[in-house]
């Protein structure tokens, strides 16, 4: 019997269940879950908090989503991937509306379908993408974070759609580290429109 229960989520990983740990269904997937947690604690006390904040967020759900493998860690995760978008996207664009407000209550009728959380996620990651495209100062840090992007979302579709090839290589734990890089390299890089929180005025953009 599975230590968390049977299964509920409605995404499946490559990976073998509780095969390293009778405590843990997805072992490497939850170890480089990590990776989320530690790239965000240095914007903790920077302008970039609330990003920072959701990068956390996304961390905790995936160990959660991946360590149990139950329903309510594949909503922590998902929904600190939106919000992570949407602070992004404030962060950049100040007159962004909260459409999480929207698009959190969306996701909660409709999470079994991947289809419309990639989707929210995926919309507000264009824009952020767009809008910072517009300054050529922007163009290298941008080059470095889509290349990351890019190689682990490679490993993320040979993960789902090539199991049987692909399993012993653990290509979904590599989707978790390079895209924590590409989140890195985007927080670090990003430049606020103006954006001031007052207690943190001081601190590094």
């Known amino acids: ?47 970039k908090y609330m990003i920072a904040w959701s990068g956390i967020g996304i961390g905790i759900g995936s160990i959660m989503l991946h360590g149990t493998m139950r329903y309510y860690g594949q909503w922590v995760d998902e929904i600190s991937m939106i919000m992570f978008s949407y602070h992004l996207l404030k962060y950049i664009d100040l007159k962004f509306p909260p459409l999480w407000i929207l698009f959190v209550p969306i996701y909660f009728c409709h999470w079994r379908h991947f289809f419309i959380m990639s989707t929210i996620f995926f919309s507000m990651q264009v824009r952020c993408f767009n809008l910072l495209l517009k300054n050529p100062k922007n163009h290298i840090f941008l080059y470095f974070y889509s290349l990351f992007f890019l190689i682990g979302f490679v490993c993320w579709f040979l993960d789902q759609f090539f199991c049987s090839s692909t399993q012993e290589y653990y290509l979904h734990a590599f989707w978790h580290i ?14 606020s429109n103006n954006y001031q929180v007052p207690y943190l005025s001081n601190k590094n953009n």
Do not use: H, R, V
Not at 15 to 42: D, G, Q, V
Not at 182 to 190: E, L, Q, R, V, Y
């Open 178 to 191: 390079f895209t924590s890089i590409s989140m890195f390299i985007n927080m670090k890089c990003i430049k």
């Open 1 to 47: 019997m599975n230590y968390w229960g049977e299964k509920d989520t409605s995404i499946n990983f490559c990976e073998e269940k509780y095969e390293k740990s009778p405590w843990i269904a997805e072992y490497y997937n939850t170890l480089s879950s990590f990776s989320y947690i530690l790239i965000s604690i240095p914007f903790l006390k920077t302008q």
